[in-house]
């Protein structure tokens, strides 16, 4: 069974960090691009970050370069986002997803309509 977990979040203070995981069974996710994108209730998904096969590729939003930090750790099967300098902005409900129909990309792109396959979802709060 495709499976994508997401886990690692929380509350944090602005300034703060947090380390998110995106666990994948059932397929090896360094064969496929794979995004992290948050979502707002009432407001637009958003991308967030992105990475292809072998990291070859990484891209990021203007709103989080230079802050987040997306790697691979394919002995793990495993996508870890790097959340540093965090702001209040940056609450919301963080997911990753595989674009299983596109295997070994060396590109990756943060639309979401590129990507088939979602997690549940991991909380993001920043707050003091």
């Known amino acids: 069974q495709l499976q994508l977990v997401e886990s690692g979040g929380g509350l944090v203070q602005p300034g703060g960090s947090l380390r998110l995981s995106c666990a994948a069974s059932g397929f090896t996710l360094d064969f496929y691009a794979i995004g992290w994108f948050r979502q707002v209730p009432g407001k637009e998904r958003e991308g967030v970050s992105c990475?292809?096969?072998?990291?070859?590729?990484?891209n990021y939003a203007d709103s989080v370069k230079g802050r987040f930090t997306i790697t691979r750790d394919n002995a793990k099967n495993t996508i870890y986002l790097q959340l540093d300098s965090l702001k209040p902005e940056d609450t919301a409900v963080y997911y990753c997803?595989?674009?299983?129909?596109?295997?070994?990309?060396?590109?990756?792109?943060?639309?979401?309509?590129?990507?088939?396959?979602w997690g549940q979802g991991t909380q993001v709060t920043v707050s003091s």
């Open positions: 997803a595989a674009d299983l129909r596109d295997s070994f990309p060396l590109d990756c792109t943060v639309v979401s309509e590129t990507y088939d396959y």
């Open positions: 990475i292809s096969t072998s990291g070859t590729s990484t």
